[in-house]
């Protein structure tokens, strides 16, 4: 499309790989970029030696899996935001908000105590996040009038998602106090400090299966921002198109969930900072939306693990950026919520 | 071609909005809806674009049942222009007028270099060059139904449904958009709208239907349908009718309410 802003797509792709190698330098143990050059290369090129150095261990096992989970997450939960707030036509949702995200942690938590294999909670994650959206919709579309619809659906959200929280917390009063219950509060809190390798193996399949519905229907997104009864007379299956958008969302958030626990307002701060670059078309806010969302969740996942001696939880960090930013979007929304 | 309904009633859940609905339209001519708010013209325009299914009754395209064909089947017969809205993305003038591609296109496919020069094309046609690359929603009231119209032409429809083309649009837009309709019918498209002003019937319409409490009270040529009996029961004013002739010639009727409109003090 000549109207496609490539310069800008490109330039945030540029961004996210320089911000991801940036990151590799930084940690408690320290790198110098020469040190981290030669580990990435000797690593990548299959070591001759046998015992693999320090750097090494510190780079593949800890830092690589780490930077590419925060990246997936990130990418992830703003693409999510995006998609939703198209398809409910409200600047103001986004997974956390509508509930999904409580609904996957209840998920995760019944399948950390009730002791399934990782697979298991993530389907059990994407279960409950999209039963926890399904009621947030049911219930604001039974209350919604006109005028009020977007506050109305955040508010169901806000009910729904305190619902599926308290469900959290009675399974954290019957789980196992000695092995179950720190891994539910653990998880919890949002951090990817016990991020491994065989996290970003089950991340990725989600993921992919995730965002490749929402890229090929990318441009009907579009017609059904405009309501649905156009999108309808224009030839959209409105429902059907619905169906496939917040299940294929709700996936990637469920997966998310599941790896780095609740990390919120991500997907509603990165979609907007993503349209007031590229405009509001989903041909290019959806790979920008994950450029985006990659690299803000990298930079804070940086602060998280080096601004102090204790690793801050990386959902403190979003939450103390995101909420205010939502109080400023209901400050402007009733002008109109493009910019 | 010719859209007809047949005794069709329609509304929501099991609360009937109009009732035994007998209406057509065919290509090349334009058909005015006329009523009170609240006559059911809305509701029955929804069930004719399968936003709502039909209680009872008939819809049919040159005798095809309609009721079951499927999205892009619909929407590549019958076009549609909503009431002016509030648009809430800024999406540029073009790609407004490109979402009419939707019903042509794939269902995993985003519009290709021909669907933007035939959006490209329609864009120029209508006059509108100069405002392809604003934003949708930073343009007129004016110009957005223009663009909405535009839509409705890449869209390929033959038949097209427009609800109050006029309304929240000033006098001068009001009368282009009214003959641009004119020059659908014209080039052959089938155009059914509702309209609040009868003198908008009488001045683009072919045939008129009146429609009171849910139901039609009558179809035919708008001089024969449009009477001051007529107007008195479906708004409640006592109207005349007046012959003229304007500037370029042509006759015309137009509604004058006879209510006294000096103040006594």
């Not at chain 1, 977007?150 to 019957?174: A, R």
């Not at chain 1, 991020?195 to 929402?214: E, N, Q, R």
């Not at chain 1, 579009?222 to 009864?229: I, P, T």
Request: with cysteine.
């Amino acid at each position: 499309m000549k109207s496609h802003p490539w310069g800008v797509t490109t330039l945030l792709a540029a961004v996210l790989v320089a911000t991801a190698f940036l990151s590799l330098l930084l940690g408690r143990y320290p790198m110098s970029l020469s040190e981290v050059l030669g580990a990435l290369s000797s690593g990548f090129t299959g070591s001759e030696r046998d015992a693999h150095s320090a750097a090494e261990t510190v780079l593949f096992n800890v830092r690589l899996p780490r930077i590419i989970v925060a990246t997936f997450v990130g990418a992830a939960l703003a693409a999510s935001g995006a998609a939703y707030q198209g398809i409910f036509k409200n600047p103001m949702v986004s997974p956390d908000l509508l509930g999904a995200s409580a609904g996957a942690s209840f998920g995760v938590a019944l399948g950390i105590m009730l002791g399934f294999p990782m697979i298991g909670i993530q389907l059990a994650a994407f279960a409950t996040g999209l039963l926890a959206v399904g009621i947030t919709v049911a219930i604001s579309a039974r209350l919604a009038r006109d005028q009020d619809s977007i506050l109305v659906m955040v508010l169901s959200g806000i009910v729904v998602g305190s619902i599926f929280m308290s469900f959290v917390t009675l399974i954290k009063s019957v789980a196992d106090p000695y092995s179950k219950l720190p891994a539910i509060t653990f998880w919890l809190m949002g951090s990817l400090s016990g991020v491994t390798s065989a996290d970003v193996g089950l991340l990725v399949l989600p993921m992919v299966i995730g965002i490749v519905p929402l890229f090929l229907l990318r441009w009907r997104m579009n017609v059904l921002s405009l309501g649905d009864e156009e999108a309808l007379a224009l030839g959209i299956n409105t429902t059907r198109l619905r169906l496939i958008v917040v299940a294929s969302s709700t996936l990637m958030i469920a997966a998310s969930v599941s790896v780095s626990g609740v990390v919120g307002w991500v997907g509603l701060v990165i979609p907007h900072f993503a349209r007031l670059l590229v405009g509001p078309d989903y041909r290019a806010l959806l790979p920008a939306s994950l450029l985006i969302g990659g690299t803000y969740l990298l930079l804070v996942d940086d602060v998280a693990r080096s601004a102090t001696a204790t690793e801050i939880p990386l959902g403190v960090l979003t939450s103390l950026i995101g909420a205010p930013f939502f109080v400023y979007l209901l400050a402007r929304v009733k002008r109109g919520w493009w910019a | 071609m010719k859209l007809q309904c047949h005794n069709l009633t329609c509304g929501y859940g099991t609360r009937a909005v109009t009732h035994d609905a007998t209406l057509e339209v065919s290509t090349g001519e334009v058909v005015c809806l006329l009523g009170p708010n609240g006559s059911g013209k809305t509701t029955l325009f929804k069930t004719l674009l399968g936003f709502l299914r039909p209680m009872s009754g008939t819809i049919t395209i040159d005798g095809a049942d309609i009721t079951r064909w499927t999205r892009p089947q619909l929407a590549r017969e019958i076009a549609y222009v909503p009431q002016m809205h509030t648009p809430s993305f800024p999406f540029r003038v073009l790609d407004v007028v490109m979402m009419g591609r939707s019903a042509h296109l794939g269902p995993f496919t985003s519009p290709t270099r021909h669907d933007e020069e035939i959006s490209d094309a329609a864009v120029r046609d209508a006059g509108m060059a100069h405002l392809r690359e604003k934003p949708y929603t930073e343009i007129s009231g004016g110009e957005r139904q223009m663009v909405l119209i535009t839509r409705a032409m890449v869209q390929e429809a033959r038949l097209l449904i427009m609800d109050e083309p006029t309304a929240n649009l000033d006098y001068g837009n009001q009368m282009r958009v009214l003959s641009h309709i004119r020059q659908l019918a014209q080039r052959g498209m089938g155009v059914l709208m509702t309209t609040h002003f009868p003198n908008h019937a009488f001045m683009c319409a072919d045939r008129c239907a009146l429609m009171h409490q849910g139901r039609i009270e009558a179809t035919g040529r708008p001089e024969d349908v449009i009477t001051e009996d007529s107007l008195q029961q479906l708004y409640g004013v006592p109207t005349s009718i007046h012959h003229l002739r304007n500037d370029t010639g042509s006759e015309m009727r137009v509604c004058v309410p006879s209510m006294d409109w000096k103040i006594t003090p």
